[in-house]
């Protein structure tokens, strides 16, 4: 079964200073990975994706995320928080075996940027 | 941002009343899901559908059916709502069920007294 877990409820920085968000990962085969930002009373956005290729990716609002498959993690980073980057974090995975359309989702990281 | 609606947005009702909320969207995507969201358990998967009157359960489908009798149109029912039912409800759309994300509406806050 794919799970994924995300072990810190909440994480404080102080705005400027740079920002990570763990995920780990548990599937059978080989992973999707994705990393979604929710904001109050919103749904959530996707940030960024891991399917193949470079292990970096890059994606929106100057997140980026590094796939490790060793370790299986694959946490989020901001070099720069912003005090706008508050809000709730899931990563989320999906076993790349035929026939599986289900993502699994973490308990979700809150991210207080602290001005 | 995804040409998806939920509706309604708010909803309160009593225990034992029937429920349906609607998942509209203009994306023309074939993959549609509904999840809860609740305190301390992340987002979790009620039903999802992979095309017109195709549908299949999740992990926490006690309670709820399904319908979809068009690409645009998904709708989750509770029959009889209980009170742990309560809960914020998400649809989300995807292009196909590989490697494209899901994209998400804004939900519906639904407080079963």
């Known amino acids: 079964a794919q799970s994924v877990a995300q072990p810190e409820d909440q994480v404080n920085v102080a705005e400027g200073n740079p920002l990570t968000v763990k995920c780990t990962y548990s599937?059978?085969?080989?992973?999707?990975l994705f990393w979604y930002v929710q904001y109050p009373n919103r749904g959530l956005q996707f940030l960024l994706k891991?399917?193949?290729?470079?292990?970096l990716v890059k994606g929106s609002y100057g997140f980026e995320a590094e796939f490790n498959k060793s370790q299986t993690s694959f946490h989020l980073k901001k070099p720069s928080a912003l005090v706008s980057d508050s809000a709730l974090y899931f990563c989320?995975?999906?076993?790349?075996?035929?026939?599986?359309?289900?993502?699994?989702f973490g308990k979700g990281n809150q991210v207080v940027v602290i001005p | 941002d995804a040409g998806i609606t939920q509706s309604p947005r708010h909803k309160v009702t009593e225990t034992g009343t029937p429920v349906t909320l609607r998942c509209h969207q203009t994306e023309n995507h074939r993959y549609m899901y509904w999840y809860r969201q609740d305190p301390g358990h992340g987002l979790r998967l009620i039903h999802y559908?992979?095309?017109?009157?195709?549908?299949d359960k999740g992990e926490v489908s006690d309670g709820y059916s399904v319908s979809r009798s068009k690409t645009e149109d998904f709708l989750l029912t509770l029959e009889s709502a209980t009170s742990s039912q309560t809960s914020v409800y998400f649809c989300?759309?995807?292009?196909?069920?590989?490697?494209?994300?899901?994209?998400f509406g804004d939900g519906t806050r639904l407080s079963i007294l």
């Open positions: 599937v059978s085969g080989n992973p999707y």
């Open positions: 559908s992979y095309g017109v009157k195709d549908t």
């Open positions: 989320a995975v999906r076993d790349m075996f035929e026939g599986n359309n289900r993502l699994a």
């Open positions: 989300a759309i995807s292009e196909d069920y590989s490697n494209q994300p899901q994209h």
């Open positions: 891991y399917i193949t290729g470079d292990n």
